[in-house]
């Protein structure tokens, strides 16, 4: 993917190379992630958690669905992924 689309935040053209991505290697990391971003500047919250949910490096995972559940309001189950990301992976 070319990240220039994403950081001029050229949306559709992200996504569409993401999800050519994600047809070649549905395991490459860090690509549901940035696919969770994209849902949640789209205001997609439910699309994001499920991006996020995907996303296989774990730490990633986790940080995304805090943010999703931030967007939904979920303030405090935010706060526990977020708490939860912290003990597993604070140096």
């Not at 993917?1 to 220039?4: K, L, Q, V, Y």
């Not at 003990?87 to 604070?90: F, H, L, N, P, T």
């Given at each position: 993917?070319?990240?220039?689309e994403?950081?001029?935040?050229h949306l559709d053209?992200?996504?569409a ?8 290697n549905?395991?490459?990391a860090?690509?549901?992630f940035t ?7 789209l205001?997609?919250v ?19 669905a805090?943010l ?5 309001d979920?303030?405090?189950k935010s ?7 912290v003990?597993?992976?604070?140096a």
């Open positions: 993917m070319d990240m220039a994403l950081d001029a935040m053209a992200a996504e190379a993401l999800t050519r991505a994600l047809e070649f549905p395991r490459i860090l690509t549901n696919f969770g971003l994209i849902h949640l500047a205001g997609r439910t699309e994001a958690l499920a991006s996020f949910q995907r996303e296989t490096r774990e730490d990633y995972g986790l940080l995304g805090a999703a559940q931030y967007a939904q979920l303030d405090a706060a526990a992924t977020l708490g939860e990301l003990e597993k992976y604070a």
